[in-house]
């Protein structure tokens, strides 16, 4: 059974924050099928604050701290949310 956009978009939203730790709770799986989309979102709109910010998120839950940064900080140009502002702050802890 193939999962919708909006599954893999609320599935990788599951996340915990516990002071400066972040926890994940993503599969291997869904990390990687959410990479695929988001990737896919990008090459389509270069400007996706959308796609940025989750594979800002993606790549900060596995460990490539420095490329996470450079996604939240386009996200938060582009997009201008405050959210991206604050996971942009976790890259740099």
């Known amino acids: 059974m193939e999962e919708s956009c909006e599954q893999v978009l609320s599935d990788l ?4 924050i516990s002071g400066a730790e972040m926890l994940d709770l993503n599969s291997d799986y869904e990390m990687m099928q959410g990479f695929t989309l988001f990737t896919d979102m990008l090459s389509s709109n ?5 796609a ?5 998120r993606i ?12 996604c939240l900080l386009r996200a938060y140009e582009v997009g201008r949310d405050f959210s991206y502002r604050i996971w ?3 890259t740099q802890l």
């Open 13 to 16: 939203f599951l996340c915990t």
């Open 46 to 50: 270069n400007k996706s604050h959308e």
């Open 52 to 56: 940025l910010f989750d594979l800002g």
């Open 59 to 70: 790549n900060y839950a596995q460990g490539r701290y420095d490329i996470a940064e450079k």
């Open 88 to 90: 942009l702050a976790f």
